[in-house]
């Protein structure tokens, strides 16, 4: 399984950037997908997450509001739409993905099958 994650980038605050994540190797449609970030000096935490081809999202109360999370489930990728960007939304974003949708802490790192090479997004003030 590979998740492949694009759309980082260079943007100033109040701008809008879309990330997308595609899956290859096994299907999510019954599973969870979502994003997690690091900033620097931080620990990673918790974005956002999709769950049972789109049934279910949860977000950080940091991104309420501002971020959405929404799949497709012909392509297998996951897409999060981030308007208002912050300085403090500047991080390496990381997807991630579950099998199965059940018994999981969407909040935790831990709970995750799959981890995707981050892609970089620097929000400037």
């Known amino acids: 399984v590979q998740l492949q994650a694009s759309g980082g980038g260079l943007v100033q605050a109040g701008d809008s950037l879309r990330l997308s994540c595609a899956a290859s190797?096994?299907?999510?449609?019954?599973?969870?997908m979502g994003w997690f970030r690091q900033a620097p000096g931080k620990e990673r935490e918790f974005v956002a997450a999709i769950a049972r081809g789109g049934a279910s999202t949860y977000y950080a109360d940091s991104v309420k509001g501002r971020f959405t999370i929404t799949g497709d489930s012909a392509e297998n990728t996951v897409y999060l739409q981030m308007n208002s960007l912050k300085p403090e939304d500047t991080a390496v974003y990381y997807c991630?993905?579950?099998?199965?949708?059940?018994?999981?802490?969407?909040?935790?790192?831990?709970?995750?099958?799959?981890w995707g090479h981050g892609t970089l997004v620097t929000v400037s003030s």
């Open positions: 991630v993905a579950r099998r199965q949708w059940y018994n999981i802490n969407y909040y935790r790192a831990g709970d995750y099958d799959y």
């Open positions: 190797g096994r299907t999510f449609g019954s599973g969870v």
